[in-house]
């Protein structure tokens, strides 16, 4: 199993460019999840989704945007970068039931200028 | 809503001693579980550890275990002969019990950085 893979690794924006976050998992969970981590910060949860067709807003969705039309891909998407937006940001996902471990991607730094 | 404190930003150990990391946490709900996550220069989040509230024994896991204290709210990682290779940043997470009503979210701390000295 891959686990959850992201991409891309790292990625610059110009301000008000958009990109898409891609997230993969392959361990056929339902939940999936997006994190941001600012520098020196835990991590703040964006958006998450409970299975296909079902997603909901997590601490921080503003200027954010996610779908979730299959179990195994998450993307994340943001309109009109903002330098506010520069982060780390983590894809996870976990199973519905005990014990709910989380499974992180590897994280893709993202920075706009 | 429930809040993660780790109130040590920053905390240093001798390879092959014992390091305690502290962590809090605020809620009103009976069942949820609560996870040390250890996260080194990679970024890479890797679990450590992993306590459900109902168990009152706390868990291990080779040199790490937990002190939980569910009256108090308070959740320790115990990392004992630390090894080079555990600096990192360790963040404890909590997580309530969906099936009881709560979210599914993982609520993190801010984190503390372990730098380990040989």
């Known amino acids: 199993n891959a686990g959850v893979t992201q991409t891309p690794k790292f990625r610059i924006l110009k301000i008000g460019q958009s990109m898409t976050l891609q997230c993969t998992q392959d361990m056929n969970h339902n939940y999936m999840y997006w994190y941001r981590q600012d520098p020196g910060m835990g991590l703040k949860l964006i958006y998450y989704s409970v299975g296909a067709g079902i997603t909901d807003k997590g601490e921080v969705p503003n200027g954010y945007n996610v779908s979730r039309s299959t179990t195994e891909d998450f993307p994340l998407r943001l309109e009109l970068a903002a330098p506010s937006q520069t982060s780390v940001y983590f894809c996870a996902s976990s199973y519905p039931l005990e014990p709910y471990e989380q499974y992180f991607g590897p994280g893709t730094r993202l920075t706009v200028t | 809503a429930q809040t993660v404190t780790q109130s040590q930003p920053e905390m240093s150990v001798q390879e092959a001693e014992t390091v305690t990391l502290s962590c809090t946490y605020d809620t009103s709900e009976s069942d949820y579980y609560l996870f040390w996550y250890k996260q080194p220069p990679s970024r890479q989040m890797i679990l450590v550890i992993r306590?459900?509230?109902?168990?009152?024994q706390n868990a291990t896991e080779n040199r790490f275990s937990v002190n939980f204290q569910k009256a108090a709210k308070s959740f320790s990682l115990k990392i004992s002969d630390s090894q080079l290779g555990d600096a990192a940043m360790y963040f404890c997470a909590y997580r309530s019990d969906h099936t009881q009503g709560g979210s599914e979210k993982l609520v993190f701390g801010k984190g503390t950085k372990l730098t380990v000295n040989p």
């Open positions: 306590q459900e509230a109902y168990k009152q």
